[in-house]
């Protein structure tokens, strides 16, 4: 497997070492092949929302398995859902399953240009939305993680009508409009960013972006595979009160299953096939079992006090690890929504990828090192958002703030004697130059040591 690995950022190339092997998860905890043992903050990048390997959601897999795994045909489950999905999202008047978030953003872009007979779109840098072609410019993941470039093997007429402009800046969008004027498709974006680590948008950006696209007849899609029913049970849109025209979805609605979904408003998703003229298929799409994961887990998350835990847990967390680096004296921010947080080891404020890369990686990686020696398991890069789950427990935190501080406090006391071997070092040169320069005053013929 290249790099050891079948997904980039699992490896530990920006952080150090080997990446552990997971044999088993359950609820917040993890355990390595060795036998170690971590709180999971990573969550299968999200899906694990009330917790791995969920006793309930497991019971209803291996039922649903008894009749079958994929039938390559319709299945009541996909119905009952697609019904789930577009009663709570606002934007959704009908939903495609897919089987990955790339897939799903592939889907839309291709939607979003059949349906307004345009070819360019904007995204923002840091973004990602799948490593689809068209996306791959400034991205976000394991692009930003591993340094890359645009990809190589990505052909430039796949990249030439993607315009590109800094997250949380409408001034740049409307110049893109307006150098662009009837050529832009539609505005693509995590309206949380949370693939060049947490980003929040600022006030007025989504509703900035939401006007601007209508005023110009564009599209707006939101990128929620990642937010969907995490910060809120509508996703973003809920939780800022903004409706796009077109949304995906993934990770938390397949229940750790393999799972995408993209949707929006009726008139435009009747120009997919069948219904419509816009091709798009998949072998395994609406499977039984992502969907019968899917459904038991939003079916959890509909439960009281869900979203109020999740808030609370990470807030405690967040607020935790940030103390936690100002008490042992680091540059650190950052901030969370709901069931997502991340942190940066920058004095901040982080309003875009740009100010995400003046992060001290060296730093990241040492804390994530010493936290993983402390049985705790962020993702192995600065620039990927946590996670928390209903099933992350107050000692669950209260366990991470505290390695959290005692890894800062060993770093901090590292540098301080670094700093003092250095001093030490530049001490003794100058004691060996100032007795060498005594000698060549008293005994200038005999004396080389100069």
Not at 40 to 63: K, M, N, Q, R, T
Not at 209 to 225: G, P, S, Y
Not at 264 to 272: A, Q, S, T
Not at 341 to 370: C, I
Request: glycine letters at 12%.
């Amino acid at each position: 497997m290249p790099g050891g690995v079948n997904s980039p950022v699992r490896a530990f190339k920006s952080v150090g070492g080997q990446p552990i092997v997971i044999d088993s998860v359950k609820g917040s905890h993890m355990k390595d092949i060795d036998g170690n043992e971590y709180i999971d903050y990573v969550g299968s990048w999200g899906p694990a929302i009330i917790g791995h390997a969920d006793d309930e959601v497991l019971a209803a897999l291996a039922e649903t398995m008894k009749k079958g795994t994929s039938f390559g045909a319709p299945c009541l489950l996909e119905n009952v859902l697609a019904e789930m999905v577009i009663s709570v999202v606002p934007s959704i008047e009908m939903v495609r399953f897919v089987n990955s978030g790339t897939e799903a953003c592939m889907g839309v872009l291709r939607l979003a240009r059949a349906f307004t007979g345009r070819q360019k779109v904007i995204k923002f840098e840091g973004c990602y939305h799948g490593h689809a072609d068209a996306f791959l410019v400034k991205a976000g993941s394991g692009v930003a993680t591993l340094g890359l470039p645009d990809s190589p093997g990505v052909p430039k007429a796949a990249t030439s009508d993607t315009l590109t402009s800094p997250y949380n800046d409408i001034a740049t969008v409307h110049s893109l409009f307006e150098a662009n004027k009837g050529e832009i498709a539609a505005v693509i974006l995590e309206p949380v960013v949370g693939n060049s680590g947490f980003i929040a948008p600022q006030p007025d950006f989504l509703n900035g972006l939401r006007k601007i696209t209508k005023e110009n007849d564009a599209l707006l899609v939101f990128d929620e595979v990642m937010t969907g029913f995490r910060i809120a049970y509508g996703g973003a849109q809920e939780y800022f009160g903004i409706t796009p025209d077109l949304t995906t979805l993934g990770k938390i609605i397949g229940g750790g299953l393999p799972v995408g979904a993209y949707g929006g408003r009726r008139d435009i998703m009747e120009m997919v096939a069948p219904a419509g003229p816009m091709y798009q298929a998949g072998t395994l799409s609406g499977n039984p079992l992502a969907m019968t994961a899917g459904i038991h887990t939003l079916k959890r998350l509909q439960e009281p006090g869900t979203y109020e835990y999740l808030d609370k847990i990470t807030s405690e967390l967040t607020q935790g690890i940030l103390d936690a680096g100002k008490k042992t004296g680091h540059a650190i921010c950052g901030g969370y929504i709901s069931g997502m947080f991340g942190f940066f080891f920058t004095d901040g404020p982080v309003y875009n990828f740009e100010d995400a890369k003046k992060s001290d990686t060296t730093k990241f990686a040492r804390f994530y090192r010493g936290m993983l020696e402390e049985g705790v398991y962020f993702a192995p890069s600065q620039f990927e958002a946590g996670f928390t789950s209903l099933a992350h427990s107050s000692g669950d935190i209260e366990q991470t703030i505290s390695a959290a501080e005692r890894v800062l406090r060993m770093y901090k006391l590292m540098l301080l004697a670094l700093d003092w071997e250095s001093f030490a070092g530049i001490f003794l040169d100058l004691v060996c130059f100032s007795s060498a320069l005594v000698s060549f005053v008293h005994h200038p013929r005999t004396c080389h040591c100069l």
